[in-house]
């Protein structure tokens, strides 16, 4: 399943008669005004070439005519006659006629193993171990269903199931239908919006449950499946199959506006997945889980291009998950740091808003908006405040506070040495402020 405000799309087409060096024309009519001239002249230079080839094929026909009356004349001689009478005289042999050769050993051509048949009893025997343990998240917001996508039990004992954060992330109500059409009321256990992973919980008896394989060991060219809920609830169950396509590829994902909000190093499969999918398994020929499907390259030029997060990676996001813990850092994905504001340069920001300072002010950029579900702003950071230092690092324009907040990731803890104007602009004073970086939304 694709994230809808997400373009993964990086490469532009070619647009008029621009076409890439692999792009052939086949159109003849393109070439319809290149042949002009001639007339009369190419209909005789034909009609030369039409009869000077009539005239060869006579005399090669004559001449074979000749050649076969000779060869039967020599045929009838008596010299020839006395030679085939020779009791000891042998045709000579054809080197390629084994039939001749007694001790010829003629090799036995067996058929190669049904393989096809192998691998469909192979698939089948996978869909009829696994399917049980998947299931259909159902999502609902104020009583209407919402949207739908995939799931799959970590753990019966205690009724957990794991999904993907996009999925449930804008629900009030979720439920988890099996493919047998039992359904289970759920409740989430934890959710994170960076690696995109959450937990549910189901009161249910006798669950069956996955097991799981070795992410950090798969191979390119591995056969695998995918079984999920694509489209809408009449195709619950459906498995694809393919392989993998490629290992650890670092996908930027994007916002509406086309800011990179965090990267994540992902399984890229050719299985087919779509809207529904998102939150499934990824299985291999074994039998085990090795990633959770989770988007695909959504382009009309492009296809098969699907990607899940790895497994053993997921696993420790799980039981973060599971026991309230904090996630921190994580092989799955590093989020963009955020501090959750509008800068200008302090000049430029003055005069945007008419701001007439009657007192010194230090170099550094202007906060011209900020987000109030923050850290920084609920640290303290406020609007107008001049921001002069971060972590350390000086600050006099946007793009110097540009370059040092990228060194750094999302949930790592900042100082920042700000300049705060009293009401009447006529003095301020500097203090810090301390908080943790948001990640990118």
Known sequence: MSYNNFDYNNQTPPTGDSRPDYSYNWNGSEHNNNNKGGGWKTLIAIAVIVGVLAVAVFGIFMAQQNSGDASSDVSNSSDISDMSADNNSKPPKDPHDYSRDPNASIPDF?????????????????????????????????????????????DAENGFVATNHHVIEEG?????????????????????????????HIEGEDLPQVSFGDSSKVLIGENVVAIG??????????????????????????????????????????????????????????????????????????????????????????QKLISGEDIGDSDIAVATPQIGITVYDVEDGLEYFRMRPYC?????????????????????????????????????????????????????????TVFRFNRMLTAGESYTVEFKLDAAS
């Open 229 to 318: 809920t694509p489209f809408d609830m009449t195709l619950a169950g459906t498995m694809t199959c393919g392989i993998i396509s490629g290992i650890a590829r670092d996908i930027d994902i994007t916002n509406s506006s086309g800011k990179v909000i965090k990267t994540m190093t992902l399984l890229q499969t050719d299985c087919s997945i779509n809207p529904g999918n998102s939150g499934g398994p990824l299985i291999d020929m074994a039998g085990n889980v090795i990633g959770i499907t989770s988007m695909k390259l959504v382009d009309e030029q492009y296809e098969g291009i699907g990607f899940a997060i790895p497994i053993t990676s997921a696993i420790d996001i799980f």
């Open 110 to 154: 067996k058929p190669a193993p049904d393989i096809d048949a192998d691998l469909s009893t192979m698939l089948s025997g996978i869909y009829e171990e696994c399917a049980p343990a998947c299931c259909t998240i159902s999502v609902s917001l104020k009583g209407r269903p919402y949207s739908i996508g995939s799931g799959f039990v970590i």
């Open 360 to 416: 010194e002010y230090p170099e550094g950029v202007l906060i011209a908006d900020i987000d109030m579900h923050s850290s920084a702003y609920r640290a303290g950071l406020s609007r107008y405040d001049i921001i002069t230092d971060f972590n350390g690092v000086k600050v006099t324009n946007r793009e110097e506070l540009t370059n040092a907040l990228s060194n750094y990731r999302a949930g790592d803890k900042v100082v920042v």
């Open 172 to 200: 009030d109500e979720i439920n988890v239908v099996f493919y047998d059409g039992t359904e289970y009321p759920a409740q989430i256990v934890g959710s994170d919006s960076t690696t995109d992973l959450a937990v549910l």
